[in-house]
């Protein structure tokens, strides 16, 4: 008789005769083609999963695309979502699609992220090999929705005549418009991103847009447009954290659409900080994708996003010069 082997599967201990992955997702009610698996660190391929054996002490993530983020605060009974342009979501988490690993890895991210909304990059179809595997075989945009973005673009015209091709190709209307100024610090070139904006928007496009942490640009691309202001909290993949506070505060203060932080994001306490300030939610991608254990760490921003929006919620204490006695002093001994 087959010795049970010992496993931890999901956080929890459990004694399993499975001698695959695959047997063992089943056992678990789960059909192997509908899952992601982490085994030890490292992603599993679907298309292996019925050949790689267990052994005793393996740790096993098993993920799947849920589509609709946490669902923590509905068993909570409040409804706590968010919405841009007619869209509503309920996690507060953007999740990139580059610098992964492979894609197999960026799905299970984005399922451990619970995030509905997965950035996208438009680029040429490999024409000399189109066999290869396409994000889109890996997170389904029926699932998860598509935020088609300009990444890498450096006038208004490029901006524009690639979201074109992004309608053209799904449909897509809700799109991240962002401009560069200049390759070295990837900061926003304000005046095409206003220029790209007003096009936009004017054909219909409802752009989220990346700028930069400018109360007075805020407000600008507002009136030209945007359905979202996402400024930067520090310079693209730096992972520095929230530079600026203030005056991303006073982005928030000001803003009649969502605003939500992209750029610059580390660690789960940039993200919290994102949250406390009042923001509608973060977008990162380097931050989970570079991080040594890139599902772990989309866990993490996940839990990092609820509990900053709890915290901007509850209303943090006031700040004080000095102490201030947790207990009386009256009736000390």
């Not at 890498?152 to 979201?163: H, K, N, P, S």
């Not at 447009?225 to 520095?240: C, N």
Request: proline share 5%; glycine share 10%; net charge negative.
């Amino acid at each position: 008789m087959t010795q049970p082997l010992s496993l931890t599967v999901n956080g929890e201990s459990r004694r399993s005769t499975a001698a695959t992955i695959a047997e063992l997702v089943r056992e678990l009610d789960l059909a192997p083609a509908k899952v992601a698996v982490e085994r030890n660190g490292e992603i599993v391929p679907r298309s292996t999963l019925d050949e790689v054996v267990l052994a005793d002490g393996d740790t096993l993530e098993i993920v799947h695309f849920v589509g609709g983020g946490s669902n923590e605060e509905t068993k909570m009974g409040s409804d706590d979502s968010w919405e841009v342009a007619g869209h509503r979501f309920t996690s507060r988490l953007i999740v990139g699609t580059g610098k992964y690993k492979d894609f197999a890895q960026n799905a299970a991210a984005v399922a451990a992220a619970g995030a509905e909304i997965v950035t996208v990059a438009v680029r040429r179809v490999n024409i000399s090999d189109p066999s290869q595997p396409v994000l889109i075989d890996h997170i389904d945009p029926a699932n998860v929705t598509y935020l088609p973005n300009t990444a890498g673009c450096f006038t208004a015209e490029d901006a524009i005549r690639t979201l074109r091709l992004a309608r053209e190709a799904g449909g897509w209307d809700l799109v991240k418009l962002e401009v560069l100024g200049e390759a070295k610090t990837l900061y926003p070139d304000m005046r095409e991103t206003l220029k790209a904006c007003e096009v936009l928007s004017g054909e219909g496009f409802k752009p989220m847009v990346y700028c930069v942490d400018d109360p007075i640009a805020a407000k600008q691309l507002e009136d030209a447009g945007a359905v979202a202001i996402m400024p930067l909290g520090a310079p693209i993949g730096s992972g520095l954290g929230i530079q600026n506070q203030v005056t991303i505060r006073l982005i928030v203060e000001g803003a009649n659409v969502p605003v939500l932080v992209d750029a610059g994001v580390g660690t789960a306490s940039d993200a919290a900080v994102a949250m406390e300030l009042g923001c509608d939610g973060v977008l990162m991608n380097t931050a989970i994708a570079e991080a040594k254990d890139p599902v772990r760490m989309a866990r993490a921003m996940r839990l990092a996003v609820e509990a900053g929006r709890d915290a901007y919620l509850a209303g943090r204490m006031g700040r004080r010069r000095y102490a201030d006695p947790s207990s009386p002093l009256a009736g000390l001994i």
